[in-house]
Structures are given as structure tokens and as C-alpha cells.
């Protein structure tokens, strides 16, 4: 079974949501906050969840693994 993360706690969304979101023609970051409204309340997220709408976006869908080391890699950045 694969694992989820959640990138966006106050909307509960997933990396999952965002790679669906990107494979299925979503082709802005902002077209995805107004459809799944990630990022739009507190706003901790916003670069996580960007990251992992961009990745998604380059590799046609990122899977729930790859959104995981996309975040992974953002915070031993920051």
C-alpha cells in the first residue's frame, strides 16, 4: 500500500490530490489553489504544494512516493 501526505492540513489535501489534479489538465498553480484550494487558508504549504504541482506536471502525475520525496527534499533545503 502506498503512502499519502498530506501537503494542505487545512483543506486536507494530499500529494495525491495534486498529481490527479496535474494529470488531469490542471496547468497552473493558481488553477489548482481555485479547484482544490490548497495553500489558500493559512498558507504554510504554499511552497510544498507547489513543488510537488510542478514535479507532478514535469513527470505526467508524480505518484504519493514522489510527492513524499519532494517535500523531504524541500525541507532538508530550508
Excluded: K, N, Y
Excluded at 482544490?36 to 512516493?65: M, Y
Amino acid at each position: 500500500m502506498r503512502s499519502i501526505m498530506i501537503v494542505c492540513v487545512c483543506h486536507r489535501v494530499s500529494d495525491r490530490d495534486i498529481a490527479i489534479a496535474a494529470s488531469s489538465g490542471c496547468r497552473s498553480f493558481e488553477a489548482l489553489q481555485d479547484d482544490l484550494r490548497v495553500g489558500t487558508a493559512c498558507g504554510a504549504c504554499r511552497d510544498c504544494a507547489c513543488a510537488v504541482f510542478e514535479e507532478s506536471r514535469v513527470e505526467g502525475g508524480a505518484s504519493p512516493a514522489q510527492g513524499m520525496a519532494v517535500a523531504a527534499r524541500m525541507l532538508l533545503a530550508a
